[in-house]
């Protein structure tokens, strides 16, 4: 049973560019969280997704940064006009519908940006 | 919102002597998850022990095992005969349990390092 999948495991984009971050949750999970953590730092929530819905985006910085999770494909972390402050590791996980416990975390991305 | 503080950034242990984390957090919430996850260099953030907020009795896993106070909202982690693998960045969490969907709040994490 494949855990949280994220690719790619690094990604490098100069300034000005767009990432595209890829979440694949567990199978049978239905909730998307995108998480951000910076250097030296905890993790720190962005995003909550269901299958086509955002539920909670209130960790998300205003411009620049969107995400999705489609009917069909993984979750996407689109961040445009990338710049330096990007730079960090980006971390997904998921849970299934009803799971008030434990979430599942990827490997995540780390993000640089030159 | 809910704060989660970890008040050591960096702990040494000698291996196999024992270490406690200490965590911190603060809520108005009754009901909740508490958690230590684990982050070695690979960057994996791989869950190490979890605590229902409702259970009075204190998790167990192995040679990890937590205080959870309740009434002073402290959630230390005790690492029993320490070894070399133990070392990496620990985080405690917390979760509400309110409801589904619920984003998790985490410290800024203790960095530990086993002595051989």
């Known amino acids: 049973n494949a855990g949280v999948m994220q690719n790619p495991r690094h990604l490098v984009r100069r300034r000005g560019q767009e990432a595209r971050l890829r979440c694949s949750p567990m199978?049978?999970?239905?909730?998307v969280y995108w998480y951000r953590q910076l250097p030296e730092e905890g993790l720190k929530f962005m995003v909550y997704?269901?299958?086509?819905?955002?539920?909670?985006e209130s960790g998300m910085p205003k411009e620049r940064f969107s995400a999705e999770f489609p009917k069909e494909g993984p979750s996407i972390l689109r961040i445009q006009q990338v710049v330096r402050g990007d730079s960090a590791a980006y971390f997904c996980?998921?849970?299934?519908?009803?799971?008030?416990?434990?979430?599942?975390f990827g490997d995540g991305t780390r993000l640089s940006i030159l | 919102a809910q704060t989660v503080t970890q008040s050591q950034p960096e702990m040494s242990v000698q291996e196999a002597e024992t270490v406690t984390l200490s965590c911190t957090y603060d809520?108005?919430?009754?009901?909740?998850?508490l958690f230590w996850y684990k982050q070695p260099p690979s960057r994996q953030m791989i869950l190490v022990i979890r605590?229902?907020?409702?259970?009075?009795q204190n998790a167990t896993e192995n040679r990890f095992s937590v205080n959870f106070q309740k009434a002073a909202k402290s959630f230390s982690l005790k690492i029993s005969d320490s070894q070399l693998g133990d070392a990496a960045m620990y985080f405690c969490?917390?979760?509400?349990?309110?409801?589904?969907?619920?984003?998790?709040?985490f410290g800024t994490g203790t960095s530990l390092t086993v002595i051989p």
């Open positions: 996980a998921s849970s299934p519908p009803n799971e008030k416990g434990a979430q599942h």
């Open positions: 199978k049978g999970h239905s909730h």
């Open positions: 997704l269901q299958k086509e819905n955002i539920i909670d």
């Open positions: 809520t108005s919430e009754s009901d909740y998850y």
């Open positions: 605590q229902e907020a409702y259970k009075q």
């Open positions: 969490a917390y979760r509400s349990a309110k409801g589904t969907g619920n984003q998790f709040y």
